[in-house]
C-alpha cells in the first residue's frame, strides 16, 4: 500500500512514524527543529489520509513504508517512530537494514506492550455510533471515558467533517479488531547492525530497564537516552530537548 506522504527539505533524509490514533501531523513539532534535513512524514495504513485494511501488523506497515520509499525514490532513511510508529520502524530496520541508516525509536521498546486503551476505545466508538454535530458534543462524550484533556485533544484532531456529521479519520473497526497485533513485538529477528537511539519518556512505562535484554540482541548497537519529567509523548512535552537528542544523533 502507497501511503500518504509529505516532504520537505534538503539533506539528510529523515523519516517521521506516529502513532496509534495519529496521523504524520503528530510529528510536525519535531519535523520543524529538522532544519538541515529532508523531512518525510508517511501517515500510517488505517490513518489519516492513507488508505485502509482489514490487515494492521507490522511486516504490513513496513512492507507500505517500504513500498512508499521506493515510490519516491528515497534508498536510505533515518527512521523515527514513536510508540506504534517506533515498531514499525523497528520492524522495517529488522527485516530491511539496507533502507535504514540509523534508528531513532521514541519511548517504545520491541516487546509485547500490555492492553492500555480500552477506555480510548470505549470513547472513540461512543462518539462514532452518535452521529455529533460538533467539535464540542465529540468532547463531551470522550470526557465520560478519557478525563485527560491533553488526550481528548489529541484524538480530536482526527476527527473530520463527514458528509452527515463528523467521523474518525482513522479506521477504528480495524484498530479495535486488530488491537492484539498492534501490541505485539516486531516480527523480524534481526539483529540491524546500525546505530539505534532509544529515548524514554522519564515518568513512562513503556521502555523499561527489562527490555534491555531484548534491546541489545536486535539492536547490538543501541544507547538510550531518558528525558526526566516527561511521560510516553516525551516530544511534545519537551520538544526542544527531544530535539537536540535527535540532531546530536544525526552528527554522530
Known amino acids: 500500500m502507497l501511503l500518504h506522504t509529505e516532504i520537505s ?65 528515497i534508498e536510505q532513511v533515518v527512521v523515527l517512530g514513536h510508540s506504534m510508529g517506533g515498531k514499525v520502524a523497528m520492524q522495517l530496520a529488522l527485516s530491511r537494514p539496507h533502507l535504514v541508516s540509523k534508528l531513532i525509536l521514541a519511548d517504545i521498546s520491541p516487546v509485547q506492550n500490555k492492553p492500555r486503551h480500552q477506555a480510548i476505545f470505549a470513547g472513540l466508538s461512543a462518539v462514532a455510533t452518535a452521529n455529533v454535530q460538533s467539535r464540542q458534543q465529540a468532547d463531551q462524550l470522550l470526557t465520560a471515558h478519557i478525563a485527560e484533556a491533553g488526550v481528548r485533544a489529541f484524538l480530536l484532531k482526527s476527527l473530520q467533517k463527514a458528509a452527515t456529521g463528523f467521523a474518525w479519520r482513522f479506521n477504528l473497526d480495524v484498530l479495535q479488531s486488530c488491537y492484539d497485533d498492534i501490541l505485539q513485538p516486531p516480527a523480524a529477528t534481526g539483529p540491524y547492525p546500525g546505530p539505534a537511539l532509544f529515548i524514554k519518556g522519564g515518568d513512562s512505562d513503556y521502555l523499561l530497564s527489562e527490555h534491555q535484554g531484548v534491546i541489545s540482541t536486535l539492536f547490538p548497537q543501541a544507547k538510550a537516552k531518558v528525558i526526566m519529567g516527561t511521560g510516553h509523548w516525551l516530544h511534545a512535552e519537551k520538544p526542544a530537548a527531544f530535539a537536540r537528542l535527535v540532531n546530536d544523533f544525526l552528527l554522530t
Do not use: K
Open 9 to 73: 527539505g534538503q539533506g539528510q533524509a529523515v523519516l517521521l512514524l506516529h502513532g496509534l490514533f495519529g496521523s504524520y501531523e503528530n510529528l510536525g513539532v519535531i519535523a520543524r527543529q529538522l532544519e538541515s534535513c529532508q523531512v518525510i512524514s508517511m501517515d500510517l495504513r488505517n490513518h489519516g489520509r492513507s488508505g485502509w485494511s482489514d490487515e494492521m501488523n507490522y511486516p504490513a506497515m513496513a512492507d507500505d513504508v517500504a513500498e512508499t520509499l521506493a515510490q519516491h525514490g
